[in-house]
């Protein structure tokens, strides 16, 4: 079917031209459609940074004995009809018929923070609806009991200090936690984060985690450890409703 778009998007120098979905005609008929099977990225949180595409996978199966032109599914607050909708791309599949006037769909919604406008209040939980429209005339819209968070990238950096270093002395890491500005399409500084500091000794697989430490108000995390063998510092951070997690590279230090 290819993509079709939730709203006119003018990405400038593009050669795509995106179709608009047109609104339900008001009055129109409903039912005589049942959504079953609805998923939307395998149930995770869909975490969008500032620049690249984000394409997430959802599914569904459609029955009805009316002639359509258009299933997918979206994500809204407020009402399944009228409310806010999250604006996005969406390429739907052919129908993959289960028997007579069952359809399996396979979707993909596509978020591109590059090309379209992106609000910060936009983050955080979203209810699911499945949505198709009629040959002719009308749509039909059924609300899915499904929730889904949609959250702004989150980065970390690290730097462990000195190295090498004596065993017993004391080695200073730091780093930094910032996180997706939709709107200035940067990443900014977030401030007051919990953070864990993590350590996986030379030869080891897993990393544990050593202690945890809040970020300034800048983002800035700065802790220090007594050096006691060789291994790789890292900071992760877990995320929350409206912010994805993150995990650093790791920074080795060799004790002598």
């Known amino acids: 079917m290819g993509k079709q778009i939730w709203r006119v998007v003018v990405a400038g120098g593009a050669a795509a031209v995106?179709?608009?979905v047109a609104a339900a005609p008001a009055g129109a008929a409903e039912g005589g459609v049942s959504f079953t099977r609805v998923q939307v990225n395998d149930g995770?949180?869909?975490?969008?940074?500032?620049s690249n595409e984000v394409a997430v996978p959802a599914s569904f199966?459609?029955?009805t004995t009316e002639a359509w032109e258009f299933p997918h599914v979206f994500?809204?607050?407020g009402s399944a009809n009228g409310g806010d909708e999250l604006w996005h791309a969406i390429e739907t599949s052919d129908c993959v018929k289960v028997s007579a006037g069952v359809c399996d769909f396979n979707e993909t919604m596509y978020f591109d923070p590059s090309e379209w406008d992106m609000s910060n209040k936009e983050a955080g939980a979203w209810k699911v609806a499945a949505r198709v429209y009629f040959k002719g005339d009308g749509a039909d819209t059924d609300d899915?009991?499904?929730t889904v968070h949609v959250k702004r990238n989150s980065r970390l950096t690290v730097n462990a200090s000195p190295e090498p270093v004596t065993k017993g002395k004391s080695i200073t890491v730091t780093g930094k936690v910032t996180r997706a500005n939709w709107e200035t399409r940067k990443y900014v500084s977030y401030g007051g984060r919990?953070?864990?500091?993590q350590f996986k000794p030379a030869g080891s697989t897993s990393y544990s985690t050593v202690k945890k430490v809040y970020a300034n108000s800048s983002g800035d995390l700065r802790t220090t450890?007594?050096?006691s063998r060789t291994g790789t510092w890292r900071w992760v951070y877990y995320g929350n409703t409206t912010t994805g997690p993150s995990t650093s590279s790791g920074d080795n230090v060799v004790v002598k």
Do not use: D
């Open 194 to 197: 919990l953070v864990s500091l």
């Open 61 to 63: 199966r459609m029955a």
């Open 44 to 50: 995770k949180p869909i975490v969008i940074g500032v």
């Open 18 to 20: 995106f179709m608009a």
């Open 225 to 227: 450890v007594t050096a």
């Open 75 to 77: 994500l809204y607050r």
């Open 144 to 146: 899915e009991g499904l």
